[in-house]
């Protein structure tokens, strides 16, 4: 169903990112669509009081948490129905990211109201970015589980993914998370970026053995976990008929065999001379 978000009759639902450690990353535009609306839903209301103070303004305020996202949706849900207009907000970055959001988002859609996102800042890839080990793709994991059973378990599912890999962590797990990881990924480059946007903003890069080593009570503050994907030479859901099957499609296109096997090596990640062999042994 296609629908445009500001030339509709529909209702629209604003979620609104907000800072994630520096009150200037609030923009123009954001202060214009919270100037605009009747009621601002958020995840904390004593969170988002103070951003609407210090931006000079106040709107009445409804909590709309992990605990009760279910119920205070649907009371959401009933005041933009009955023509307000509302933004949600989380204490920082956007909803739905590893904060809550996304049931009212998916109420809002099965209700025929439209759903907008006013842009701003969000850790995970203000982190990757500056990281040093951003590539074409990513995957964002979030957080890992506070069990120690189930975050290895967690690790060992990812340790096949050729992907940067993007983790939010807590600091007191900090050191434990750390840890598994080298366990588990071996000691692959890694980034923690910690306090970002802040004073004290700062970036820690090494590998894994040495970021697992160091000082917990050094690692304070809110922080992102950015590990390399696997260099691994073989990739589990590619066969080798497969791999081959690659190579001819690329001859048959009129790339000599030197310059197939380098392509597929270079797009599935796999060692030239492994191409190479089983290429010629069949
Ligand atoms: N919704 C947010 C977003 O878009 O980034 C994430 C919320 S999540 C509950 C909070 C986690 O995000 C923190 O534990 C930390 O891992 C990361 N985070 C948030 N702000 C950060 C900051 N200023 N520096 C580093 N990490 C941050």
Known sequence: MRSLNFDSKKP????????????????PRTIEVLKEVDLV????????????????????????????????????IKQILSGKKVAYMSDAGYPCISDPGSRLVKLALQNDINVTTISGPNAALNALTSSGLCEDHFYFHGFLDAKSSVRLEELRKLADRNETLIFYEAPHRIQKTLNDMFVILGNRKACIARELTKKHEEFIRGGLEE???????????EMVIIVEGSLGEIKPDINNDEIIQMVKNLVNMGLSTKDAIKKVAETTNLNKNYIYKIYHIN
Request: with cysteine; charged share 25%.
């Open 211 to 221: 970021l697992s080593k160091l000082d917990p009570e050094t690692l304070k503050g």
């Open 12 to 27: 629209l639902l604003y979620l609104v990112a907000t800072p994630i450690g520096n009150m200037n990353e609030v923009s």
């Open 41 to 76: 839903a958020c995840e904390d209301t004593r969170v988002s009081g103070k951003l609407l103070k210090m931006l000079g303004l106040s709107k009445p305020l409804v909590s709309l948490r992990e605990h009760n996202e279910v119920s205070a949706s649907a009371e959401v």
